[in-house]
């Protein structure tokens, strides 16, 4: 029997952390550690061996592990900031295509940077994208082996083609 009445999905064309396409991709498994909720489609950073945590004004290249990939198995709570849970695994994109919200406008082909912010000067949303280096709060970290795919004309959300390990 069909639903009748009430019922509606709503789906953007594309979200934060989001999986682009079928291309190849590889994902880990990291632990949570960061005390917080880590939103989904921001760069994040190693912690130790088998965890994750933002990225902050002390994250170099090298401790960039990948992008925190949406996960639809997860309850979210209205209003509440959707991401990995605290103390919880979640899954890093480390190879791939993905969805990023990113700082302001970018052109297909740009590098990409991971807003870490500046010491004293912390970044208001650690880890989002873009398309330079930026300065104090919005100084950013240069992502080796990621690019911007497409082209938009604003801050929002942007598809990102990486390759970075984990």
Avoid: C
Wanted: aromatic residues 4%.
């Amino acid at each position: 029997m069909p639903i009748t009445g009430g019922y509606t999905l709503n789906h953007g064309d594309r979200y934060a952390g989001m999986v682009v396409d079928a291309q190849v991709n590889n994902s880990v498994s990291k632990l949570n550690k960061s005390g917080a909720v880590v939103p989904w489609g921001v760069f994040v950073a190693r912690d130790g061996d088998d965890g994750f945590a933002p990225v902050t004004d002390t994250t170099t290249a090298a401790n960039v592990i990948g992008v925190l990939r949406r996960e639809l198995n997860r309850a979210q709570v209205d209003g509440e900031t959707g991401g990995a849970p605290v103390d919880r695994d979640a899954t890093v994109l480390t190879a791939g295509t993905i969805y990023v919200p990113t700082l302001g406008a970018v052109v297909a082909g740009q590098p990409v940077y991971a807003v870490i912010g500046a010491a004293g000067t912390p970044a208001a949303n650690p880890g989002i994208a873009n398309n330079a280096a930026g300065a104090t709060a919005t100084l950013g970290v240069l992502i080796p082996g990621a690019k911007f795919i497409e082209t938009t004309s604003a801050a929002g959300i942007a598809a990102v083609s990486l390759v970075i390990g984990g």
